[in-house]
Nanobody, 127 residues
Framework: QVQLVESGGGLVQAGGSLRVSCASSGRAFSNYAMGWFRQAPGKEREFIATITWSGDITAYADSVKGRFTISRDNAKNTVYLQMNSLKTEDTAIYYC????????????????????WGQGTQVTVSS
């Protein structure tokens, strides 16, 4: 069973950068597509980015495209989200999620497509 633990959240000024990480404790991490979602107070959880099992294919929400980058290191069982040019509206709890995909190269943008979730890490962007 894959377990996910996020880290790297914190407080940053608008315009700054932050990298959050998600480490998996399970085996066969490379069999999982990974995604990042976020949830702000009073709002629904929203898709941010996803990456295929190999890391070759990524997809982003329009709200973060060009500012955020998802990547993974299968040797370290870790997926990353590099966030640049942060805005106050990026403030949220950020969650990573995993979906068993084998060698499927589709991009998964919906939260219901992921079975495994981390506990979340708070990112706060101040003005």
């Amino acid at each position: 069973q894959v377990q996910l633990v996020e880290s790297g959240g914190g407080l940053v000024q608008a315009g700054g950068s932050l990298r959050v990480s998600c480490a998996s404790s399970g085996r066969a991490f490379s069999n999982y597509a990974m995604g990042w979602f976020r949830q702000a107070p009073g709002k629904e959880r929203e898709f941010i980015a996803t990456i295929t099992w190999s890391g070759d294919i990524t997809a982003y929400a329009d709200s973060v495209k060009g500012r955020f980058t998802i990547s993974r290191d299968n040797a370290k069982n870790t997926v990353y989200l590099q966030m640049n040019s942060l805005k106050t509206e990026d403030t949220a709890i950020y969650y990573c999620a995993a979906r068993f995909s084998g060698r499927d190269n589709r991009s998964f943008r919906n939260s219901y497509e992921y079975a495994l979730w981390g506990q979340g890490t708070q990112v706060t962007v101040s003005s």
